[in-house]
């Protein structure tokens, strides 16, 4: 491995890396704009010049592989007086109106500009060339042709990853701006992600625009559940509501990019449909109760049901939206408290959604299908669990994030499920099965609990708790474990990393991983 | 002298294959193709000590021998005839009059680094050049000089002529190889170098017209005789391109290490309206200017020029009398480099429109002392901190002409106008 040097800390590198990643893995930043790792190396912003022992000009650290023997300096005196002046020529016909962009606060400029340069401005005000603002350039991108420091991120974006090249630069010199060719528009899936790796406040969110600032927001890493993809995402929150999700980096599933439709997925847990109270179906409406009374109403439904017709007349429908805990939590419930092993499982897209693409995208719409089959759990359950009811055998279902209806169609859920006597269902919102139950209990959802899912490729990812949950609602697994303790008085772990220490311990899929271990990009199922 | 660059003017017709064929043409290719080994031409054309005359200077046999031995990828040879340096239009006259020695330089290197296809790029200027060239590659083709089979030996040698949109980064070879490669023309980051990912990723040697056209010359009479004009290292007939206040502009072939001061005064007839010299750009907009004094102690030759403080680069000579306002002069340049930068560096996207801005104020009276000092920092942050050497190519005239003329500038500054404006005396074209 070649050996450098960079301000006077030594490094055993990987070959073929370049000098922003050695300084990265010294803990050093070599301030950077124009490179990123997924893009290729164009080495236009001339920000991470930086000095070379023997080389007699300054080089740019991005394209500077690292070589046994090299002694680079960030920080002397000609490095940082190459920053100061590159850092000056950014901001000479940069219109600095931080007051009301949306980037303020994460900007590159803002950034770099505090940290290595804070040299008054030798450039008139008033000559500062003049360019296009508030451009709608398609999907949900706004740009600002004054703020771009023509990094050309975001035509390398669209030029190698999304190979759709929509944007380019026109003119030359300092008249270059980025554009859309005449007539035409963003138009991918992933249009999004030139906001995120735009280093200032050139390209923005249609969506954000002043709407938060973003130091009054929290971050909290998480996983989208958009499809069975589960690209690492960071929550971007205040007071429980959310404002937008990035992308998070992960090597093992999404690299550094999401889908615009995973992007916005947020919108559809903030809507009215959302249960904040339990709910009991009476005389065909759901009227609104405590939720220690609708648990109760639920366990006495449980115990009646068993009663009567043994404990497999009850049995249990889960869907591919629950985490990995929640699913040994309610195949727990039903193994050892109630006694009954009738499980199915759904994985449920609805028609008409995006197909397998070559980047992200996954045709299945939830993300802890694997998670479910990983578990023993057939995803046929909408089947299986209609032939028991049918049979006349099964009198009772608990739906867990199971929204059979919707998926079914209200004719042949009622078909299949219609003779049910009871149907107990745990769900973030009112949706068709919930309207269809005697029992709602409000649960979570996915920002509000810790937990874990599990992606079509058997990466275990983690999620984190963003914010509480609304009303009453609960974490389902608080809702199954209350609900056990009602019906056998026994106290069970409600945490997550407990669960997950159990579900490792018997569940051959998951044998060997640790809660605490999985990190930041998760690990991979051992199958 | 003998006329070696420019023996159209004493051959009529040169450009026909026939008249060319007369005139020993083509034998110098005969001679790389059937008598020397790949190596012996690039060792004889190192031996010759040719240096390029694109604007660097840099020694063609040496570029030549970097190009991979048994290159699994095809080499290509590109012939730069952009010619956009201000000031220089030595390749104009040779596309036009000789484009057979061209044909015959291009042959002979394609041969020397193993080359079967040659692109000639050509600025977008060069309307009536690239129909008189590509009459002349029709000429070689059906007389089997160029093609599949050239001269009879096997070799393959195709030669694409490719005109550009007109922008002076085309010329930068990397900016060049982009755009002919139907992209923008933003130069490449080097390393890798055009040696060895140049066109379409494959090995390149990139040359200027003028170098080409000396090839045949060495093949002929050798690497000594060549060296024996001029300079022994920076040896060779050369074509000046002599322009500005002068009464007899043109195009000039004649010895490396010809005085500067014989080029102004006997060649060029002297200035203009016999008034005095005030300053001369030796190599075309991008480099240093010399003062009077300076000029006439230098001779044309890259080193010696380089040695007195400046470059030579295309040796386009621009020759400024005593009634040019430097501001303005320097304005001008400003707002071609300016106009040309690509704008990929933002040292060089920045820089050269905040120079040009300034230097209108000065002009136009409205400048401060403190321009002065921000035109020498912003010039040196400029410098050597980019892609291509565009930037560069404005720095160094700023940085010459603010102190050589410091008093000019300091003159604008206090009377809040061009001193030369009231003389009646306006600008390069204003005096002639
Ligand atoms: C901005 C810029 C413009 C250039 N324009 C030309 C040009 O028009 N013609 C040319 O031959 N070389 C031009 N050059 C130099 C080329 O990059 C290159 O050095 C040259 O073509 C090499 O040929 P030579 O070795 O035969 O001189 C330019 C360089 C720069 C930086
Ligand atoms: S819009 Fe943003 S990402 Fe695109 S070139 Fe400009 S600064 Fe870079
Ligand atoms: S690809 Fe799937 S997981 Fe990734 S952002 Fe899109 S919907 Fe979410
Ligand atoms: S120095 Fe100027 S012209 Fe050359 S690549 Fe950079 S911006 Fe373009
Ligand atoms: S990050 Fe290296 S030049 Fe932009």
């Known amino acids: ?527 | 002298m003998e006329r070696i660059l420019t023996r159209w003017l004493d051959i009529p017709n040169l450009r026909d294959i026939d008249v060319y064929l007369a005139h020993d043409g083509y034998k110098a290719a005969r001679k790389a193709f059937f008598d020397m080994k790949p190596e012996e031409i690039i060792d004889e054309v190192k031996n010759s000590n040719l240096r390029g005359r694109g604007g660097a200077a840099f020694p063609t046999g040496m570029k030549w021998s970097f190009i991979p031995k048994n290159s699994p990828k095809p080499v290509y040879v590109c012939c730069n005839a952009d010619e956009s340096e201000p000031g220089t239009f030595a390749n104009r006259y040779q596309l036009e009059n000789d484009p057979h020695g061209i044909i015959e330089g291009i042959l002979i290197t394609c041969r020397a680094v193993g080359a079967h296809v040659c692109y000639v790029y050509m600025r977008g200027e060069f309307a009536i050049q690239k129909q008189i060239f590509d009459a002349a590659l029709a000429q070689a083709r059906a007389k089997g000089i160029i093609g599949p089979d050239v001269m009879g030996s096997g070799f393959s040698v195709e030669i694409y002529t490719h005109r550009g949109a007109g922008a002076y980064i085309c010329g930068e070879e990397t900016g060049l190889l982009e755009s002919l490669e139907g992209k923008r023309a933003y130069p490449r980051n080097r390393p890798p170098f055009p040696a060895i990912q140049g066109a379409f990723g494959c090995p390149t040697v990139v040359n200027n017209v003028e170098t080409l056209s000396n090839v045949p010359w060495i093949i002929n009479r050798g690497a000594d005789w060549y060296k024996s004009i001029g300079p022994e290292k920076s040896p060779g007939p050369k074509l000046f391109c002599l322009s500005g206040h002068i009464n007899r502009p043109g195009l000039y072939e004649l010895p490396m290490g010809f005085p500067l001061k014989d080029l102004i005064y006997e060649v060029g007839g002297g200035i203009l309206g016999g008034r005095k010299l005030k300053g001369v750009i030796p190599g075309g907009s991008s480099f240093p200017i010399f003062t009077a004094e300076e000029a006439v102690k230098v001779n044309m030759d890259f080193d010696s020029v380089r040695a007195a403080g400046s470059l030579m680069g295309t040796a386009g000579v621009m020759v400024m009398n005593e009634d040019t306002c430097m501001v303005r002069a320097l304005r001008t340049i400003a707002h071609f480099y300016h106009h040309e930068s690509c704008g990929q560096c933002t040292p060089c996207r920045e820089g050269t429109g905040w120079i040009e801005k300034m230097l209108i104020d000065l002009e136009a009276g409205c400048g401060t002392m403190q321009d002065l000092d921000y035109l020498i920092s912003v010039a040196t942050n400029m410098e050597g901190n980019t892609i291509c050497v565009l930037a560069d190519s404005l720095s160094m005239p700023v940085k010459s002409f603010v102190p050589k003329y410091k008093d000019e500038f300091i003159e604008h500054v206090k009377q809040k106008r061009c001193p030369f404006r009231a003389n009646g005396a306006q600008s390069l074209r204003a005096a002639s």
């Open chain 1, 1 to 527: 491995m070649p050996k450098v040097t960079i301000n006077g800390k030594e490094l055993d590198a990987p070959a073929g890396i370049n000098l922003i990643q050695a300084a990265e893995m010294l803990g050093m930043e070599i301030p950077h704009y124009c490179y990123h790792p997924a893009l290729t190396v164009v080495g236009n912003c001339r920000m991470c010049l930086v000095e070379v022992e023997k080389a007699p000009k300054l080089q740019i650290a991005c394209n500077t592989q690292v070589s046994d023997g090299m002694v680079v300096h960030t920080n002397s005196e000609r490095a940082r007086a190459a920053q100061q002046a590159v850092l000056e020529f950014l901001l000479i016909n940069h219109p600095i109106d931080c007051p009301v962009c949306d980037q303020a606060g994460e900007c590159k400029l803002q950034d770099y500009y505090m940290d290595y340069d804070r040299q008054p401005s030798r450039f008139p005000l008033g000559k500062k060339n003049k360019k296009g603002k508030a451009i709608d350039i398609g999907s949900d991108v706004m740009l600002d042709q004054e703020r771009c420091i023509l990094c050309a991120r975001c035509t390398r974006f669209l030029d190698e990853v999304t190979h759709t090249s929509e944007l380019a630069i026109f003119e030359r010199g300092d008249h270059n701006r980025i554009d859309t060719y005449p007539g035409r528009k963003l138009n991918n899936k992933y249009a999004g992600n030139i906001i995120d790796i735009c280093p200032v406040g050139a390209l923005t969110e249609k969506d954000f625009r002043f709407r938060m600032r973003v130091w009054y927001m929290h971050r909290t890493p998480s996983v989208c559940a958009g499809c069975e993809r589960g690209c690492a995402i960071d929550i971007y929150e205040n007071h429980g509501r959310i404002y937008r999700y990035k992308p998070r980096h992960n090597p093992l599933v999404n690299g550094y990019w999401m889908c615009d439709e995973g992007r916005h997925s947020f919108t559809n847990l903030q809507t009215e449909r959302r249960i904040t109270r339990a709910l009991y179906q009476s005389d065909g409406r759901l009227v609104p109760e405590t939720f220690s009374a609708g648990l109760r109403r639920a366990a006495g439904a449980i115990r009646k049901c068993g009663e009567a017709n043994g404990a497999r007349a009850i049995g249990a429908l889960v869907g591919a939206q629950a985490t990995n805990e929640e699913i040994f939590a309610l195949k727990s419930f039903m193994n050892d408290v109630i006694g009954s092993d009738v499980i199915g499982g759904m994985s449920y897209s609805p028609p008409g959604s995006s197909g397998d693409d070559d980047l992200l995208i996954r045709a299945n719409k939830n993300p802890n299908t694997r998670g479910l089959s990983a578990q023993g759990i057939a995803l046929d359950g909408l089947d299986t669990l209609a032939q028991e009811v049918s049979s006349g055998r099964l009198k009772m279902l608990i739906a867990l994030r199971a929204d059979a209806c919707t998926a079914l169609g209200e004719a042949e859920f009622i078909k299949r499920f219609g003779p049910l006597d009871y149907l107990l269902v745990f769900d973030t919102d009112v949706n068709e099965t919930a309207q269809m139950a005697n029992q709602v209990i409000p649960i979570a959802a996915y920002p509000e609990i810790e937990g874990t899912f599990t992606n079509f490729q058997g990466v275990v990812q983690r999620l984190h708790r963003a914010f509480d949950p609304p009303g009453e609602a609960k974490s389902a697994i608080e809702a199954i474990t209350d609900l056990s303790m009602l019906l056998d008085g026994v106290e069970r772990p409600q945490a997550a990393d407990r669960i997950f220490a159990e579900m490792a311990a018997r569940e051959a899929a998951f044998a060997g991983l640790e809660y605490e271990k999985l990190g930041h990009n998760g690990l991979k199922l051992n199958v």
